[in-house]
């Protein structure tokens, strides 16, 4: 079955930078877009960032861009989130998630798996 | 960026009700929107895609429909399990945005 497992989070003061690692299986990675989102403590779900499935494409939310990268190894089905200049407002629990298989025409950009999640916390 | 507008904030009913969920876009978005389900501390569960068509192995008491700015998530014969907070999701343009989440209890 599919499985996806963030890993990396943790507490880091204002400024700092992490690496979100997604760990997948169950399902042929190279095939499929993927995509972070996070939970702020309280709030809705929030779009993070998006990478197709080659690297191609990479999508970020205006307020992460230039600070979070998004990267992924198709050789060892891992997908990252580079955080750097991190902020209080960063603070969440970090979702991993399937977005659209590539070879089906039909598929959009939907997010289909999710992990459990990951908690960040920028300390100010 | 497509702000998706999703109300209400919250609804209740009682077992065996129904409930509609619904979220606007401000531009057509087609049928390019997804409805999901999130109970605390449980990953996100898709729900529906393409605005109507359910994905498999969700209960058939969960239905979506609407096209272009409108859309709607009904949720029949509620159960105890279908408590959470449920979100919209537009995949038509990018960046991908969410609605704000309504909060499912039941009365």
């Known amino acids: 079955q599919v499985q996806l497992v963030e890993s990396g989070g943790g507490l880091v003061k204002s400024g700092g930078s992490l690496r979100l690692t997604c760990k997948t299986s169950?399902?042929?990675?190279?095939?499929?877009?993927m995509g972070w989102v996070r939970q702020a403590p309280g709030k809705g779900l929030d779009y993070v960032s998006y990478i197709g499935s080659s690297s191609g494409f990479k999508n970020y939310a205006d307020s992460v861009e230039g600070r979070f990268t998004i990267s992924r190894d198709n050789t060892k089905n891992l997908v990252y989130l580079e955080m750097n200049s991190l902020r209080a407002e960063d603070t969440g629990l970090y979702y991993c998630?399937?977005?659209?298989?590539?070879?089906?025409?039909?598929?959009?950009?939907?997010?289909?798996?999710w992990g459990q999640g990951i908690l960040v916390t920028v300390s100010s | 960026e497509i702000p998706m507008i999703q109300f209400p904030s919250s609804v209740s009913a009682s077992v065996g009700g129904t409930v509609t969920i619904t979220c606007r876009a401000p531009q057509s978005i087609a049928r390019w929107l997804a409805w999901y389900q999130h109970k605390p501390g449980k990953a996100p569960k898709m729900l529906i895609y393409?605005?109507?068509t359910l994905k498999s192995g969700v209960p058939s008491r969960f239905s979506g429909s609407g096209f272009g700015t409108e859309f709607s998530l009904t949720i029949s014969n509620l159960r105890p399990e279908d408590v959470g907070t449920y979100y919209c999701?537009?995949?038509?343009?990018?960046?991908?945005?969410f609605g704000g989440g309504t909060k499912v209890e039941i009365k």
């Open positions: 998630a399937r977005g659209r298989d590539y070879t089906n025409s039909s598929a959009y950009n939907w997010f289909d798996s």
């Open positions: 999701q537009q995949s038509d343009n990018f960046p991908l945005t």
């Open positions: 393409d605005a109507s």
């Open positions: 169950g399902f042929i990675f190279s095939h499929y877009y």
